[in-house]
Structures are given as C-alpha cells and as structure tokens.
C-alpha cells in the first residue's frame, strides 16, 4: 500500500508548485485535462506581471517564454495547458486525470484513505495529508471569445446585454474576450443563455469559444489557482505552501 | 438486493436493501455522448421519463468535447438532420454546421424540449440487481451517493463503465495484447481566418489503468506545444476510445459473418464505414481479417453493417442495454462502428426501444419488433439497408466534388487521389465478372472475389493456368496472390520470387492504406509455406536487410499509412516475417524454444527498433514495435 505525503484535489498551477517542492505528491483531477483554472476558462488573459522569486518558477516561466506565451501581442490561451502538461511530463509529477474523489476517511494511524472514482471505478488512495486546491468560488464567470472587426459598434450592445460583463482584447487582431458573471452551476444551459441572447442582439461579431466556468477570488485561506492573477504566481504559491508545511 | 460495484477494475458485489430510491424513471442513460443524448431524447419523445448522468461538466461527449465536429462515413437520417440544418442557418459562430458549441447548443435545446432531465458531474458508482435484472444505480454528484430507480438503464458511456460493473464476459482492446490505440488531442486553430483541426494521437495505452491513462494523455498534450504557432482555439477536454471494451452480448456480430454477408432477423440499425484499423500492427491479426485487408487490399471498401438488436444486450442481463462505442462486437466490428452519425442513429434507435420495453413492461429483447421499424423508420435514423452492401467511398472525389461548389481551390494530393473515381462504387464480388481486374494495379476486388466464390476448383484451375502461362508480370503475381488465398500451395514458387525481388509495388485499390506485394506474399508464405521457405525469412531478419533499396525509396504519404514517423516498409517486412516463420514453427512441429531463444536475441536492446524508429523519439512505431516484441515473445513462449 503506498501512502503519500501529500494529495491534492485539483491540477491548477499551485497543484503543480507544492507537487515539485514536495516529493512524493499525487495530484487528482477530475477533467480529463490539467489547468482548469487558467487555460481553459480564458483567465490567462488577465495575468498581471509576476517576476519569480524561485529557479523552479523561473523554470517555468522560461518555458513559457519558449512557447511564447508571455510578451507578444499573439499568445496563445491554450498553451497554458500544453506547457503545465510539458512541465509535468518534464518533472514527472503523478496527476490523475478523470479522478473524482468520493470518500475521505481518516484512519486510526492518521492515514487519510482516500476514495477516487477513475476508470478502474473505485479506487483507493493513501496520504497522509488531503490538500483541495480546487477553484470554487460564488462568483462564477464565463467567457466568450469573438471575432470582431469594428468593436466600438458592438461593445454597448454587449455590455448591456451581458449585465455585468467585460470586454477585454484578446490577444490577437479582431480577437476579444466577454466576461459575462454567472450563477447557474449548469454550463449547458449557460451556453444556450448566452448563445439565445448573441442571436437577439443581430451584432456583427462571430463567436469563437465558449469557455468553461472561471471563479473569482475565493477565501483567501485557501490555496487555489483562482486567487492569482499570474500563473506562476499560482505556481510560488504553491511551492512555498509545500516548503512551508514540509518542514 | 445486490449492489455491484467496480473496484480497482474489479467487480465487488454487496447484499444490500433500498426501500426507498431517491428518484425513479423509466429510461437511466449514463454517458451524455451523441449516442447517449439522442437516445435520451428519443426515449422522451417516445413517452418515457428519462434521467440523463453526465461524468463531466458537458453534454455532447467527442463531437463536442472531443472536437470531432466533421462527418465523414457513418450513414444520414435521423433527428440530428434537424439540428444539422440549424445549425447551417446558425450565423452566430465563426464556422457555420461545424462548430463543436452549435452541438451543445442544439442537444441543450433538444434535451429541455423534449423533458430529459440532465444531471451533469455524476459519476454511477454501483447498479442494483435483483436477481439478474439491473432495477436502479448508485450515483454520486459530488457530495452525496443517491439511488435512481429505472425500468430500463443505457451504458452509454462508450468505455462501458456500467457492462464493467456487471459479470458478463467482456473483452478488452486490440487482439494481440489487449492495448488501445485512443484518438488523443484535437485542438482547434485558425488559419486565414478558417477554423481548422488537428489530431494528436495519443499512442498506445491502457485506457482502463488510470494511471497509464493519465500519463500518456498529459504526455499527448504535451506534443502538442509545436503547433502554437497557429492560433489556438480550443483544446479537447476529452479523450476519445478506439477499440475498446467490447462484451459477450445476446448476439455478438463478427467479421467474418459481415464479410459473408449474414445478417440478423432483428436489425436494430445500419450502420456504415469501412473495417477501419489505426496503427500498423497488421501482421498480428486474424485470418480472415487479413484476407480482406492485407491480402485483397479492401482497408477502404465500406460496408452497410447490421446491428441486431442482441449486440446491445449483455448476454444474461435483463435491464440495461449499450449505445454507442461499447457494444458486442468483435475488435474489427468495433473499431467500424463508431462514426458520429452511426452513433448518433444508434442512441436514437436505442432510445426508441428501451422506452418502448419500459412503458409496456416488457424485456429489450421482446419488444414489438414491427413497431419498433416502424417508428425508427418514420424517424429516419434506422438507416436505408435491407442488406448487406459492399462498396468504395472515394471520399476524396466527394471533397474534390464539394471543394468545386464552392468555388475553392482544392489541394492537389487530393485532387490526383480522386482522379477518374466515382464517389460510390458498389462492389457485387463475381469472380467470372471481376477476374479482369487481377491484370490492374486495384486487383483487390477480383482476389476477394475469387476468395469467396462457391466455385473454388474451377477458380484454382483457372488462376493456376493464367499464372504459369502469363508473361504479364503484374497479371502473374497477382494470380499468384489469389491462388494462395484460395490456399493453393502451386501458388508458393511466384510468392518466393516476389519476396526474394523485395517487390515494393504498392496496390492502388484504396485511398489510403494500400498494401505493397511483399507483405502480400509474406503472409501467405507464412499459410502455405514449408521449412525450404526459412533461410528466405530469416534472410529479413538480418543485421544487413536495412541495407536493401526498398526500405529507403517510400516517402512519407497518407495513401500508405497513417504514420510517417518510422521506416514503414522495414516494419511491415519484420512484422509479417516474424509471424511467417512462427506459423512454419507452429505446422512442422519444429524447436519453438530455438525460435524463442532466436526472436529473444533478436530483439535484446535496440537494435531493431533503431532500424524502424531511426532517429525520432516518442514515435507511435516505437510502441507499435514494442508491442509486437511483446507478441512474438509470447506466441513462441515454450513455457
């Protein structure tokens, strides 16, 4: 029976941090995919500047750089999650993917089992530290990425009729990102909503991605990718937490 | 009452009782695919109350989260035509009809109008039995484990979560050594303002090892940082299943009964493609299988394939069904059955017959079968076939065809594949009608022909007289060909000379995945030959082989093979001398463990692997060599 030091709920850029800092680290994702928190929603359109502070972080800044994903006007939001992959592979760090954690139980000796539904169906995993480090937030978002050649003539009309919502450039030419807040935890009818309403508003912008939840800022107790702005701030965060309570 | 659960891949059972189920209906379909979406629709449509379970986020499965927005076999009709349509009218999204959100737009609105109730991130983590009868599941949404109660439940799951619950007999993967060769990571891009795809093969992995799965994906979307210069749209969230878990059914389709054309009394649809087979390990598999894809050269011949209603039933289980990639079929059948279309149709059809055994209380299988056509008929999704048919889909002149109506330029490979093809040509199989064809470079059709004619004799005369008297080389081998495959040992001299030529002459049958003469004439080396035949085998198998002109004349082409990132005609020559010389072994009763000890220090290091990898790393062909090293091994295993 193998015991982990650490298991962690949810493969964000802090997962894979405290996972490099600390050995003997698993990381359980649900999705069939890493990086939920900022490739996949889009976030990473709204990173702010972040100088690392650690040669892990500048290691993986300099991947970035090497995809380059940080610094021009053309990056790529998706290649946020190829690089975590390339990072991960590079640092073989352990990360189940289409893991969803069912049952946790601490044992007489402390041990926490820990029950994961995979494609092996139940599963038990053993560590004798459980970390959620998934996003979950009551402010809940949800991008749409559009083509556009004449912003100014659709931007008000959006805007009003997304209440809430941003607009923000999106890298590159004729590309934005709406930012429309949400409540609905159901992600098929949110897009139907968003969709029935595109339609209503007859604008001449054309709709590239719709993207799944991102969630705001949450309790700042708790480590997750969606109280940074920067995902290698995410990432430092992540690893000074492990160096922290590896001591 | 039993609760059956998976547990590490295993099936644990557990005497428990649940008086009261927290929700009930009539139709359960787990998995929110296109199978599993339609087949909840229609079920709906058809009266019935129906809980749909979703594992992830999004309904839709591969042609929405897998990217897999294109068609290309798989046959028309059906409900999706009308979302289709809408789609096409759509003028919200950057491409029209094919965009991965319109599906989920659309099975969204499909789904609310027609009552399904969808349930998203719920996993089903056991089924209730009740003697053999499954009667509700044991679901979990994230924080809670909740009961539901169904007459009918539909693993539409596609990796056959809820049949790998069960203790009917199940068979994982590719016949070799059970892998899985899963499509990986379609991602999305823009080119001159186009949206476009791309595929990364994930390589081989075992889909139902967790870790192994988790592994090879994260290291499939890895590979793909070299595409970034592009703009990337989206990335799938999901991992598709090729060639996966498949079950002892009521009724199992092979095959063999396809190519013979048998058919069951109780179709429960058509479906339609060719016997697709990704990767190139073909050395490896059966007979007949070989016969129709390596040695008559047929890889692209689409058939119109029945599936009874006894293919989604598990044998001995009464109350769940399959729809979608997990059915009774066996690895060949599988791997054809599982375009968007045919899926879609499937989960239609099978969402019309399980809310018709839930409302009248009646087994899947009992079911008022003249009904059932006729409802699936008026619906459009049982598919046009009263019969088996045979036939090329030049799918390139269809795309020449289409690229001209839109007053596009197409690309000029394609353009030279469809020249002078028809999109649909039927194939009927007469050896007196189709014999011409062995003096072509397509003979494929004339030696399949010959293959399955009742008139075996007279067409062994007759090939046996053309072969020897012939001058015409192409004509000469070809009736060689067709004489081995009619096991006719006269065929054996013009086999040797095509191998000792090391004939690289590729057929021309298909589009794609042509086969060249030597690998022809090895395989039926290894059926018909005899120990005179080794010295040439073991000649393959030598340090100095690679040396030989025609490993290093073929470029890389899709009309060969899917890979280009190995010496394909080295491969395909080890692989098939390999298994000829294990064959000869096997019949003549000779030392397996001399051949063991010999494939043993043939593949110790690298060596070989070099010769067909050459420089790349992280090739497919490497695990593809791998697993055939594994294969070998194990076949000559005198232990």
Redesign the interface.
Known sequence: MKIYNTLIIGSGYSSIGYATASPETVICEE????DTGF??PLRSFRYNTYTPKTEEGSQLLDLFNS???FGTN?Q????F???M??Y??KKQLE??????V?RIVRQPDLIYDVTV????????LFAKKVLDMSNTSDERFYTV?F?CDDIEKVKDKLLSAYCGSQIESAF?AG?YALHIPAHDT????I??EI?EK??SLGIDA?????S??FYGAENADKLCDCNYDNPIEAFEAGYFYAKENDK | MILS??????VVKKVCEVTDFDDTCNVLCVGAGSAGCYAADSAARQGASVILLE?????GGMSVCGNVTGYYYGACGGSYEEDDQKNKA?????TNGK?W?QR??R???RL?KSGVK?L?RH?V?GLYFEDNRIIGVLA?D?KR?FSIKADITIDATS?G?LI??TDVKKYYGRPSNGSFVPFGVI?KY?KNGR?LGHNNDSGIMD?????D??AK???A??D??HI?E??????A???GVREGLSYEGEDTLKHEDLLFGKCSDKVLYWAYSDLDRHGNLRAAEDDIFQNWFVISNLSTVVISIPVSLGSVVPKNIKGLVTAGRCLSFDTYIQSAVRMNRDMIRMGECVGVAAAMAALSGVDFLDIDYEKYLMQVKENGCFGNYSHITFAFDNSYKRYLDKMKALGRIPDKKYENLALNKTIYEPLNFDADKDFHLLKTDAPGVAIWSCYISPKRDMIKTRLYNEMINTDDVLYKYNCAIALGLVEDKKALPVLRDIVKNRDCFFFTDNRRSNQFRSAIALCLIGRLGTTEDLPLLFDILSAEEIERQMYHTLQPNYLYHTYDDRNFVYFVMLTYACMAIYKIYERCNLDMKQLHDFFCDLFNGDTVLKRIVEDRTDSPAEEETKEFVEYILRLTDYN
């Open positions: 999705h069939q995919v890493c490739c996949l995809l380059s994903l053309e790529n939001t998706n290649g999650e190829f690089a992959c390339k991960i592979a990360v189940l993917l289409k893991c969803r069912v539904h995979t494609n092996e169906g139940l599963t038990h990425l083509v590159y590309r159901d992600e098929n009818r897009k139907l969709y595109w339609c054309k709709i590239l991605y719709m799944p939840v | 659960m998976l547990e590490n891949g295993v594992f992830g986020d999004n309904i759509d003028t919200v999204f950057l965009h959100e989920q737009i099975l969204t609105e609310l969808v998203c996993s983590i979990f994230g484990e990796d979560h790998r619950m991602i823009t949206l889909h139902y090892n967790y870790k799965f988790s994906t994260i290291i979307h890895a793909l940082s970034l592009e703009e990337i749209v989206n990335c969230l999901h991992t």
